[in-house]
C-alpha cells in the first residue's frame, strides 16, 4: 500500500487530493506543517514513499508586494521538500502554475518550452520547480496547472454565480484564454500519476495538469450561468483593461498535455464536462 504526504491538504486542491488518493495518507495543513522548516519537514516526509505538495502562496497580487515571503514558500520550502525526499527516498509531486510562461503563445506550452515569468508569484513557483528538477531528477515530478477551481474555497466560477444573486449583468474579461480545471479532475490525474511513479511507469519530469479544451474567463462565466439554468445573456465582454490588478496576467494559459501519454494516464476532461460535473458540487 502506498504512504502518501499530502501538504496543504486543507487548502482547495488539498482537500480534493484527501478525498481522492486511496492508501495510507497524512494529511497536513498549514496549522499541522511549516514547509519551510527543514528539521519539520524532513520529520513528516519519513517514512512516506509519494509526497504531494499542494502547500502554497496563492495570494498572486500579493506576491508583487512581498516576493520575498512568497518566494519562500513556493521555492525556497520545495527545495527543503526535495532535499527531504531525496534523504528517504520518496517521490515528490509538486503542483506548480502556467504563470512560469510569459503568455504571448499561440500554441499550447510545451512541458519543455522556455520559461520567463510575467510576474512575482510565477518566478518563485519556478524556484520550486528548478528545485525538483535538480535534486530529484529520477524522481521529482511537477505538475503546472491552472484556472483552478473547486468546492473547497474561493475561486472564479462561485464568485460568478454569487454575483448572479445580486446583479442583473455581470462584465468579464473575454481576451484571456486558458484551460478551465476542476480541483476533483486534477486531483484524480495526481493520484494516478504517484501511483505510476511507484511502479516506475511514469518518467520524472514536468507534466501538465489542466482541462482538456480552451476558454476565456468570459466563456466560462457564461457556461457556469448556462448550466445552473441561468441567463448567459447576463454575461457580458470585457478586456482585461477594465480591471488593472497588480500582478500582470499573461493573456495565453494553454497548456500541452503530450507527457501523460508516456506515462498511462489519460488527458483530462473536456473543460465544459468537467464544469458540469462540478456544479452538481457547487450549486
Known sequence: MTRWLITGAGGMLGRDLVETVTGDVTALTRADLDITDPAAVRDAVAGHDVVVNAAAWTDVD????????????????????????AASGARLVQVSTDYVFPGDATEPYRHDSPTAPLNAYGRG?????????I??????????????????????????LGLAETRDTVEVVD?????????VALAGQIADLGEAAM?????????????????????????????????P???????????????????????????????????????????????KVLA
Open 175 to 183: 481576451d484571456q484564454r486558458g484551460q478551465p480545471t476542476w480541483t
Open 135 to 160: 535534486l530529484l531528477p529520477d524522481t521529482g515530478y511537477v505538475v503546472r496547472t491552472a484556472w483552478l477551481y473547486g468546492a473547497h474555497g474561493r475561486n472564479f466560477v462561485s464568485t460568478m
Open 233 to 279: 445573456e447576463r454575461v457580458r465582454p470585457t478586456t482585461s483593461e477594465k480591471f488593472v490588478r497588480p500582478a500582470r496576467r499573461p493573456s495565453y494559459s494553454v497548456l500541452a498535455h503530450d507527457r501523460w501519454a508516456a506515462a498511462g494516464i489519460a488527458e483530462q476532461p473536456y473543460w465544459k464536462d468537467q464544469l458540469a460535473q462540478a456544479l
Open 125 to 133: 513557483k519556478l524556484v520550486g520547480e528548478d528545485a525538483v528538477k
Open 62 to 85: 500579493g506576491a508583487e508586494t512581498d516576493e520575498a515571503a512568497a518566494t519562500r514558500v513556493n521555492g525556497e520550502a520545495v527545495r527543503v521538500l526535495a532535499e527531504a525526499c
Open 199 to 231: 511502479n516506475r511507469k511514469a518518467p520524472a519530469g514536468v507534466y501538465h495538469g489542466t482541462a482538456s479544451g480552451t476558454a476565456t474567463w468570459f466563456d466560462l462565466a457564461r457556461a457556469a450561468f448556462e448550466l445552473s439554468g441561468l441567463d
